[in-house]
């Protein structure tokens, strides 16, 4: 008899554990095929369709997942193990996603065709996965931002991307136009002094100063201001609300509002123009009419700004965030700007030469805003990449780091069946280049053998077939993309694993019941 609660998933008596590793592994691999023939250079891409039947192409691999409607459990466990690795990274989700589908693969082999236990394979991978990560960690070698070798991580990273060849010598110039400005308590983190603007009307350059998506306040404001003492603000610049004077009724009291409104719109503008801003940048919600206005008569530059601007605009001119009115009376609030002025037929703002430097504007251009959009992610993605390069190191990337350490790894000793667990982490090593090499066109197995045989930091040609050294070719991954794929991998692999039964809250309800009538 059929059950009317659709998408409640009941294991049968017999081989509950069975079934529940089968079902929770083919929702795993269903996850892990919708990206893994976007890996490497000659990965394809995919079209997203959304329920509004809007377009978009792309070969991200945390951007299809985000896309998907997974309903199944662990299958969202998947997609968050991605999300959780373009966070912390910024690059490796779709490694991680078919790493983790290999895990789990085999592991699953183990416990259904072998009867090893799960507790067991969990032991084998977990010891495994922190063996390869040190042995990765051995293998790589440090870079600086000065080095042929951050070109060629970044051309890396981007290579198959839309345009990626292009975007890498855009990201290239961005990095090195911060250069040590990038540096962050002893580590460089670009997201703090490269801003990335996605614009379909303007070329690809790089801006040394930041650059805004926005307008004046107000066209009649000066179009340019040189020598600007810059504010930012985060008042309440609606001292009156429009609802209040909605709900009275009596017009003696609108009166009074308005008067009300009049005046303390003209003490802001007044405290305002008392400090010597000449450029105001508005991070207020709300501005009353009066106050834009006054602003306008005093031929003051005011913008609108994000809060997510803000942060970027304090570091790079100095000025600090005006909360509170009283904050005015503070004599360093203001910072300041060589120049700011308003590109109008661009639709952009131009901040140059703030007084404490250190952040570039990389301008991300496309014919259309899907191709805009995605480019846009891949300067991104660059970027990530080489921050993760630059603080960690690098090592041979194309698969072969993975590959050259599976030996090394299967000669750790364990106690017990779970040596077994070992072939869980080399498997899923070794799938990395064998997917890249079958997205190429190649017989993935086949070309891997014939690498095993090569030389530690050989890989394949992906374009000729041949074994090749990947640090001459300049193929280089960064090593803490690898790792903390591997070590997401490694998590989820060991959470479904030890999953034995898949139960519905009403599961627990029944037995709950049949509990207590005993």
Same mark, same amino acid.
């Given at each position: 008899?059929?059950?009317?609660?659709?998408?409640?998933?009941?294991?049968?008596?017999?081989?509950?554990?069975?079934?529940?590793?089968?079902?929770?592994?083919?929702?795993?691999?269903?996850?892990?095929?919708?990206?893994?023939?976007?890996?490497?250079?000659?990965?394809?891409?995919?079209?997203?369709?959304?329920?509004?039947?809007?377009?978009?192409?792309?070969?991200?691999?945390?951007?299809?997942?985000?896309?998907?409607?997974?309903?199944?459990?662990?299958?969202?466990?998947?997609?968050?193990?991605?999300?959780?690795?373009?966070?912390?990274?910024?690059?490796?989700?779709?490694?991680?996603?078919?790493?983790?589908?290999?895990?789990?693969?085999?592991?699953?082999?183990?416990?259904?065709?072998?009867?090893?236990?799960?507790?067991?394979?969990?032991?084998?991978?977990?010891?495994?996965?922190?063996?390869?990560?040190? *042995? &990765?960690?051995?293998? /790589? @070698?440090? +870079?600086?931002?000065?080095?042929?070798?951050?070109? #060629? !991580?970044?051309?890396?990273? $981007?290579?198959?991307?839309?345009?990626?060849?292009?975007?890498?010598?855009?990201?290239?110039?961005?990095?090195?136009?911060?250069?040590?400005?990038?540096?962050?308590?002893?580590?460089?983190?670009?997201?703090?002094?490269?801003?990335?603007?996605?614009?379909?009307?303007?070329?690809?350059?790089?801006?040394?100063?930041?650059?805004?998506?926005?307008?004046?306040?107000?066209?009649?404001?000066?179009?340019?201001?040189?020598?600007?003492?810059?504010?930012?603000?985060?008042?309440?610049?609606?001292?009156?609300?429009?609802?209040?004077?909605?709900?009275?009724?009596?017009?003696?009291?609108?009166?009074?509002?308005?008067?009300?409104?009049?005046?303390?719109?003209?003490?802001?503008?007044?405290? *305002? &123009?008392?400090?010597? /801003? @000449?450029? +105001?940048?508005?991070?207020?919600?709300?501005?009353? #009419? !009066?106050?834009?206005?006054? $602003?306008?008569?005093?031929?003051?530059?005011?913008?609108?700004?994000?809060?997510?601007?803000?942060?970027?605009?304090?570091?790079?001119?100095?000025?600090?965030?005006?909360?509170?009115?009283?904050?005015?009376?503070?004599?360093?609030?203001?910072?300041?700007?060589?120049?700011?002025?308003?590109?109008?037929?661009?639709?952009?703002?131009?901040?140059?030469?703030?007084?404490?430097?250190?952040?570039?504007?990389?301008?991300?251009?496309?014919?259309?805003?899907?191709?805009?959009?995605?480019?846009?992610?891949?300067?991104?993605?660059?970027?990530?990449?080489?921050?993760?390069?630059?603080?960690?190191?690098?090592?041979?990337?194309?698969?072969?780091?993975?590959?050259?350490?599976?030996?090394?790894?299967?000669?750790?000793?364990?106690?017990? +069946?779970?040596?077994?667990?070992?072939?869980?982490?080399?498997?899923?090593?070794?799938?990395?280049?064998?997917?890249?090499?079958?997205?190429?066109?190649?017989?993935?197995?086949?070309?891997?053998?014939?690498?095993?045989?090569?030389?530690?930091?050989?890989?394949?040609?992906?374009?000729?077939?041949?074994?090749?050294?990947?640090?001459?070719?300049?193929?280089?991954?960064?090593?803490?993309?690898?790792?903390?794929?591997?070590?997401?991998?490694?998590?989820?692999?060991?959470?479904?694993?030890?999953?034995?039964?898949?139960?519905?809250?009403?599961?627990?309800?029944?037995?709950?019941?049949?509990?207590?009538?005993?």
């Amino acid at each position: 008899m059929s059950n009317p609660n659709y998408g409640v998933w009941r294991p049968m008596a017999e081989n509950v554990e069975f079934n529940a590793l089968e079902s929770n592994s083919n929702a795993v691999m269903a996850v892990a095929d919708t990206v893994r023939t976007t890996l490497g250079p000659k990965g394809l891409d995919k079209l997203l369709i959304d329920q509004a039947m809007n377009r978009h192409i792309s070969n991200d691999g945390v951007t299809i997942l985000l896309s998907l409607r997974a309903i199944h459990p662990v299958a969202r466990m998947i997609v968050e193990i991605a999300e959780r690795q373009e966070q912390l990274v910024g690059d490796g989700t779709t490694t991680a996603v078919v790493m983790a589908a290999e895990m789990i693969k085999e592991g699953k082999r183990l416990v259904k065709e072998l009867g090893v236990h799960p507790t067991k394979v969990v032991e084998g991978i977990e010891s495994g996965v922190k063996e390869a990560c040190k *042995l &990765l960690e051995h293998e /790589a @070698k440090r +870079i600086s931002l000065n080095e042929v070798a951050l070109e #060629q !991580v970044v051309k890396t990273s $981007l290579s198959s991307k839309l345009d990626g060849q292009k975007l890498s010598l855009l990201v290239i110039s961005a990095l090195r136009s911060v250069g040590n400005n990038a540096i962050h308590n002893g580590t460089y983190d670009f997201d703090r002094s490269i801003m990335v603007l996605r614009r379909t009307t303007m070329e690809d350059r790089v801006v040394n100063g930041i650059v805004l998506e926005r307008k004046r306040l107000d066209p009649e404001m000066p179009l340019e201001m040189k020598d600007a003492k810059v504010m930012i603000v985060k008042l309440d610049l609606k001292p009156v609300k429009e609802s209040w004077v909605k709900e009275s009724s009596r017009y003696e009291e609108i009166l009074n509002m308005e008067n009300d409104r009049i005046a303390k719109s003209k003490e802001i503008v007044n405290s *305002l &123009l008392a400090t010597g /801003a @000449k450029a +105001i940048l508005i991070a207020s919600s709300e501005v009353d #009419q !009066v106050i834009e206005d006054l $602003l306008v008569a005093n031929k003051v530059f005011a913008v609108r700004i994000s809060i997510e601007e803000i942060e970027y605009l304090s570091r790079y001119t100095g000025a600090k965030p005006v909360r509170m009115m009283e904050d005015l009376k503070n004599s360093d609030l203001l910072g300041r700007a060589n120049r700011i002025y308003e590109d109008e037929d661009k639709g952009v703002i131009y901040i140059d030469n703030g007084s404490n430097g250190g952040i570039s504007t990389m301008i991300v251009s496309g014919t259309t805003k899907e191709t805009s959009l995605e480019r846009w992610r891949g300067a991104i993605d660059g970027v990530n990449a080489a921050e993760a390069a630059l603080n960690k190191g690098v090592v041979a990337g194309g698969g072969a780091a993975e590959l050259h350490v599976i030996e090394k790894v299967k000669n750790l000793r364990l106690r017990g +069946i779970e040596q077994v667990g070992l072939e869980v982490v080399t498997s899923a090593l070794e799938s990395i280049m064998r997917q890249i090499l079958t997205n190429a066109g190649f017989n993935g197995l086949e070309k891997v053998m014939e690498a095993k045989t090569s030389p530690d930091t050989f890989g394949i040609n992906i374009n000729s077939g041949d074994p090749v050294d990947m640090w001459k070719l300049g193929v280089l991954d960064p090593l803490l993309v690898k790792t903390m794929a591997l070590e997401a991998a490694g998590e989820i692999a060991k959470s479904v694993l030890r999953i034995d039964r898949n139960l519905a809250a009403e599961d627990l309800s029944q037995q709950a019941l049949s509990e207590t009538r005993r």
